[in-house]
């Protein structure tokens, strides 16, 4: 069982940043592929960004490719989302999962989901 936590979201203006933190409990995090997804107001969650296991393998969504990043600190039970250059469109829920499977580019594969943080980009 992994209890996932997320932190950091807030309001920031475009084109700013914003470092999200998911921290895990238990101590397996290092068996996990870890996901970030994100919600709007009347849409369906979508895919943002994924981590293998041992933080080797990265996966974006086209949305957020070379603006966001990734990362995870495994000594720490963390996965990361820098987020920069924000846009109004970004506003959002940021949800992490993990993934027993792999790092996968949809929901299904994630077994644990935070509870989410809020993020909002003022135009």
Do not use: H
């Amino acid at each position: 069982q992994v209890q996932l936590v997320e932190s950091g979201g807030g309001l920031v203006q475009a084109g700013g940043s914003l470092r999200l933190s998911c921290a895990a409990s238990g101590r397996t995090f290092s068996s996990y592929a870890m996901g970030w997804f994100r919600q709007s107001p009347g849409k369906e969650r979508e895919f943002v960004a994924a981590i293998s296991w041992r933080g080797a393998s990265t996966y974006y969504a086209d949305s957020v490719k070379g603006r966001f990043t990734i990362s995870r600190d495994n000594a720490k039970n963390t996965v990361y989302l820098q987020m920069n250059s924000l846009k109004p469109e970004d506003t959002a829920v940021y949800y992490c999962a993990a993934s027993m499977v792999y790092a996968a580019v949809t929901l299904g594969p994630y077994d644990y989901w935070g509870q989410g943080t809020q993020v909002t980009v003022s135009s």
